[in-house]
């Protein structure tokens, strides 16, 4: 297992590498002007100028490697200048964004918390609720349960979250004013109080991203223990006397989460990426509006930064989710 | 043109169902009830009809599903109201006689824009869902079971999993929405166009999903017994493989159809999507939200008809599932 | 009625103003001050930003020499007068503007505000490698000299018959130079701790950016005016979209004031009708408007042809076309159903200030019957019965494209019909926003590009002086594959007439004569060619809270040009 891993990290470094490769060029093709949102008032004299202040005046392969070498050596030296105290990265220029000519890592590093908190927050929540539901779901299928559950869960997918969040804004901030509508990131939690209000500003937005998350995974959970519930052993276990509680958590639901952990490995990535919509409709500004709002302003550095720290994730995760299988399910070697 | 897909994909399940053996499985101990490997032909798809015929949820969700697919296909013949006709004098009304659903903020008239909205949404939905299974099982079997192709297919899945969606949609819309028009007509160039675009941006998840279940069952004993046997690769995952990640696939195939449907709408007003003047579910459901305490029923209407149709979709699938399954059948 | 009406008029003034001094007794009494711009702003230095909303961020901070007052008028911030020609201030031949500061100012750490800073903003704007986003405001300055500490005279290439460029507005608003010295040139990128907090002379000054997201402001105890703003903090949040922005202020009041409201008039309306708070508009220099391609954007040309002078357009080449496509449009219901209050149909692509628009009305009318005779008339008749005319074998049928906009759709669609009805048949294209308003010179939806026939979209000015925008339609303003499409010409507008007049316009001074010039010529690119097809004024929309008081929106400067003054209502 351990030259797997090791083997794997070493091909993630040539992957990765083509990966902000394919990234760079598609940003670089992709049609859209990081001057496109200048108003029609500027002449194209001043634009010129300013296209050149953003270094977009040098060819694509020229601002690639200096990508490569800012990401890769000049962010770590500051970093280490920064615990050290050290200053290595004097007068190296950073990754700065398009936009606020601002280090894109400062950026980054302001929204996290807030994405982690919401996102992450919604993702755990989902996560909960689905495992027992699609387990009680399946094991009592065709119960009234596993009726209301599919149908709650279906709905709750189908319905996509820009309409889910408005019916929610709409029901309780404006007509019962429980909840505010608008996500306040400045806010702090200092005590008890400060830490209801936090509570209160996050219900709605996790409530949204849970539902959505909650319906996607239970449905998997639930195929998947519908599938090795039929299964032979689980009779066998049964037959050997096992208790029911010990076949189903411990045999079929072991044999089941396969599925589940290749679809909450590729939601924890995602989970970084932060929720665009609801983001957008909640204002909490996480690293989905940051995300959006680059792509919107064709903010390459930006933009190839954090689609390039999402590709770490995914490739991280995938490896995690392959050790998982193995793990679960002895039989399975790659070596 | 959906239904004959369907029909397709009916026959392409009878199919499988036909020469999927039934799949003995142990982990721990030998079967204690061995079926026999099977030698039932045309018969057995008769009892996957009669076993799904006795789902009850299944069949009320094809009576509706059936439903949907008319109201869409047949609707616009019989109510022939123009849906793009504006009539300045008729905004916002609400139920009447003559726009028996009322009418948007334009006065076009509701019902006929969702018996035509339906019709693409439907077909995006499900041609883009059908795109990106058939696309994610495929490359998920060959992954999972042949382990030279393993890695380099699981980096190309990374790389697409990676690859910021927007950016890429753009370039796509850029390079062929000309080309495809001119060389098959402006809708069915676009049609073409998103269609693609979805099922090549969302076969990833599937592909991960079979893959994993694919390692798993590669090293179960029903599978290494066909392998003692000589039988070749195409038939072993067609005929043992395949049946075995049938559920999972349902599952991501239904999830997959209203994400479809919503896809297609954020690209439409992305600018990316169908002309504005071509209403589809997931548009006049975006286009009502700002509105939707004033006229609840906008929105109201365009949502249900998706749910319904993804609910129908699920049910659909469930049935079948449980219905090509020999452990199941005759329970 | 009209005697009534003045007396409630001076009553709401009168009521205004003691509510105005009850709240000016102190500053900082009046708590938190909370705006929303669904935009976030993304720095807070306007020199390197082109967006009103980091533009309006700003002017809480920073101020110009002289600023616009809402009815255009230019009054002075940092400045002790306006210069003119009576007072000395502009020179005899117009080469020379000289400007004085106010006695006394200092910037918001206690130094003093001096001539040296108004030197040193023209020099960070006009640094070679800055990418200066305001660069054409200082165009054509020879050099920029301090007389004295108060004193600073700008002189020009050339005469300037309008000088207020520079310095006038919040987009040109004074740098210190103590905090931007090492920010020149290459290096303005580089100073991210400056960008995100300028030292300013404004009433507020900034204790936390977070760019994009949020900003936090507190008072300036520098500010120049001892009893002012009244409130203490003020705090600037972005994110989500413009109908979330109002529903905050107008139906859960948890926001104080929200800014570019572009919703429908009818959401807009309900939202008011909870009564928590009031609309705000006003009408400046923005207009939404058709411009006709007097070019062939056909896709059978090749790649480098398309959209040029060298083809002209085969349909919209005849004025007749043009016009009956403007006749068979009814601008009032267009704007009844995409504006309401907030917007207002218009004949002319200048619509402020009053003296310098048109005096032209005939668009207004819908005439469809005249829009058929006319077509009919030019040539262009239905011979198959299809319902599309056609003239020496070519169909009367146009592509007709705008970018992404839920009004702009609607309105795509009503105009596709009236057309439909005059026999000329509408294919509709929507681009992105950021596409189509981008100038890539490798995508083929731009709007300077035009490779449709038709296009939609808002023209803006800057200031109160229309002379640069009238001067884009100038023959040597045309986009060309030879000039990367860059220039302002989109609709290929070429007539010698209008050049001459661009030229005479550069030579005019006085506001009379330029308005009357700028009438002419904006009556040229519309009622006389119709090649220009203005549709609506927009207005300048912002919702505000009953909870505050003192807002008046301006729609040449920022809308926070008298934010010094906003208190909370009792």
Redesign the interface.
Known sequence: MLTFVIRRLL?AIP?LL??SL??FL??E?????P????????????????????GLGRPWPVRYVLWLKQFFYVEPLYWIDGIFRTDFSQGM?RI??F?????VF??IA??VPQTLTVVGMSYLIGVMIAIPIGIISAYKQ?SWFD?LG??VS??G????T??TG??L??IF??KL?WF???Y???HQVTDWDSFLVQVRQMVMPVTVLALYNAA?IS??M???M??NL????V???R?KGLGERTVVMKHVLR?SL??V???I??GL?AVFGGAIIT???????GLG?????A????DIPM?LTL??I??IL??IF?LI?DIL?GI??P???YD | MTETERQQRLDREELVAETAGPA??????P???PVHAGEETRSQWRDVWRQFRSHT?AMVALVLFIGVILFVTIGPYIWTADPAYVDILARNTGFTAEHPLGTDQLGRDMLARLMVGGRVSIAVGLTAMILAITLGSLIGVLSGYFRRLD?PL??L???F????L???L??MV?LFREPLSQAFGPAMGIFLLIVSAIGATSW??SA??VR??V??LK??EFILAAKSIGTPAPRMILRHILP?VL??I??AA??GI?TA??TE?ALSFLGLGFPPDFPTW?RL??DA?DQ??MYPTR?ILP?LL??L???CV??IG?GL?DAM?P??RGR | MICKKKTLLTATALGAMTLATSAMAERGTDGQLNL?LWQ?P??L?VY?????KDMLASSLILEPLAAFAPDGEIVPRLAAEIPSMENGGISEDMTQITWKLKEGLKWSDGSDVTAEDVKFTADYCMS??????Q??KFDAIASVEVVDPLTVTITFDSPRPYPFQAFVGSQAPILQKAQFENCLG?A???C?EA??GPIGTGPFMVT?F?????A?FEVNPEYREADKPAFANV?L?????SA?AA??VL??G??DYAWNIQISPETLNQMLAAGMGKLEVEFGATTEHLKMNMTDPSPDLPEGERSTVAHPHPILSDENVRRALSMAIDRNILNEIGYGETGAATCNMVNGPAEFAADNTDCLTQDIEGAKALLEEAGWTDEDGDGIREKDGRKLSLLFQTSVNAVRQDFQALIKQWWQEIGVQTELKTV????F????P?????LVKFYADVEMYT????GTDPG??LAEHACDAIPSPE?QW???NAARFCFEEYDAMVEQMSQTSGTEARAALAQEMDLMLTRDTMVLQPLISRGRVSVSSNALAGVQMNPWDSEFWNVADWSRAE
């Open positions: 091909l992957t083509f990966i394919v990234i598609l940003l093709l992709s049609p859209g002007d001057l496109g949102d200048v108003p029609l008032t500027v002449p194209p004299e001043v634009k010129e100028r300013m296209r050149e202040a953003l220029q700065i964004s936009q606020s000519r601002s280090p400062d950026v302001q929204r065709y009726q599919t149908f279906m709905v997918f189908s319905m996509p820009f309409f408005v019916v804004i709409i901030g404006v004013q505010p509508s608008i306040d990131t400045t996607q449905r998997f639930r195929a998947s519908l599938d039929g299964q032979d052993y009779r066998t276990a037959a044999n396969i599925p952990v290749t679809v490995a590729l990535p983001e957008q409709v909640f204002k909490v500004n509006q940051l995300l959006i709002s792509i919107h302003a064709n933009v689609t390039f999402f590709a995914i490739v995938t989710a299988y679960l399910d039989r399975i070697r | 003995p499985v142990s982990t721990e101990l079967p204690d009830d949820g890695a699981m980096r899945t990374e790389l999993l990676a690859l910021p927007l950016p890429l753009l370039l850029t990833m998840q991960r999903i994993g279940d390692l798993g090293e179960r075995n559920s999972p349902m599952v239904t999830l209203a449907i919503i709408s997931g459901l975006y939200v939707m305490q929105v949502g998706i749910s149709t993804v609910l699920n049910y469930d599932r399954d452990r199941i | 929303l976030a993304s720095t230095n390197l930003s082109t967006g009103t070679e490698e800055g990418g200066c986003s660069a054409a290459a303005a990128a580089t991210t960008n995100f936390d977070r760019t994009n997201d949020v936090s705090n949040k972005g994110g989500g979209d979330a529903r905050a139906e859960t948890e926001y992105d926003a950021s596409v308003f981008g100038s890539d490798n995508s083929p939806d731009t023209d803006v000015y800057d640069t925008f000039n860059q220039g302002e």
